[in-house]
């Protein structure tokens, strides 16, 4: 059951991208860290993106590996992409320099965005100097998109919440409850509410559910990750104690801005977090194998980047 890496401390969460379509990397991330001892995989919620993930851990030979997909408000940047204005861009080319997904591609002198590759982290909104870029949210009538998802077999549904949607959350967790009566992870994070609001929002969705059937992923800075530093993940840990602190009957896992150093310092902060969630980093790591076509062929380039990926799932277990 998804529920005994929690109690036993020994979840390592894969987070392939809430945005991200893009099923040749997908299929290679879950096939990589699979191998590498990874148990938890975050999909996008497309059937395409599940069958990539599938065919992955297929390739890897392991059928003990558990499989979720995120779902999430309209307005997460999860679930938006980025779109250049033509008219205004000056290209400077900045946009293709700070995005960590590579999702930005020039031709000629022009800067287009890969709607598949792009997972709305904002990064490029942030630095372009001339505001050519925004952020458009993508409209998922849950009703419609979960039934036909829920029946390719999945191991848990993630929620992605700001926490001030009022009644947009009830609706949604609703819709999810009606067609996924599994493993419910709730992803929340500082970024517009207080503290005290954060509890009573978390609290109010866990008490509807039984005991132990949520677990709450304490979201840092949403996808802040990339850099190998305890400074990055201090927000997640941080996040994660505020849960911990309220004592609710669910499970507690971190993500946001988290790397290697992730579970070394909660450990070291005291923080009993019972599963790690990595993303930007984790992809960041490996992407010059994977964005290579001979990644499964090529045995030294494979062999390469798995030393890699148990690496970073070694140091992130030892310390939960
Ligand atoms: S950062 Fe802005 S101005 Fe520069 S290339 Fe990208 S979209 Fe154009
Ligand atoms: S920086 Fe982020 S939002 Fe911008 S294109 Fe890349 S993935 Fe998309």
Sequence with gaps: MLYDIFKEKRCFKLICGAGNEDTDEVEKLTALYSLAGCNFFDVCAKAEVIDAAKKGLKRAGLNDRYLCISVGAESDRHFCKAEI???????????????????????????????????????????????????????TDLKELLPPLVQKGLDCIEFHILGDEGREIQVRLKEIMDNFDGPLSLSI????????????????????????????????????????????????????????????????????????????????????????????????????????????????????ALKIAKDLTERTLKYL
């Design 85 to 139: 204005n033509g008219e205004k861009c000056i290209s400077c080319g900045m946009c293709e320099k700070v995005c960590a997904q590579k999702a930005v591609n020039k031709k000629d002198k022009n800067f287009e965005i890969n709607q598949t590759r792009c997972i709305g982290c904002s990064k490029c909104l942030k630095n372009c100097p001339n505001k050519a870029i925004k952020l458009i949210q993508k409209k």
């Design 189 to 304: 994070n500082r970024e517009r509410i207080g503290d005290k609001k954060l509890i009573k929002v978390v609290k109010s969705i866990v008490n509807k559910r039984k005991k132990y059937t949520t677990i709450i992923q304490a979201d840092g800075i949403p996808m802040s990750g990339g850099k190998d530093s305890f400074k990055s993940t201090l927000q997640a840990v941080s996040t994660a104690d505020l849960f911990l602190g309220a004592n609710l009957p669910a499970y507690v896992m971190v993500s946001g801005g988290t790397n290697a150093k992730t579970s070394e310092l909660a450990k070291m902060c005291g923080v009993e977090i019972q599963g790690v969630a990595i993303g930007s980093y984790a992809r960041k790591i490996v992407r010059e194998y994977t964005k290579r076509d001979d990644f499964f062929e090529n045995k030294e380039v494979f062999n390469k």
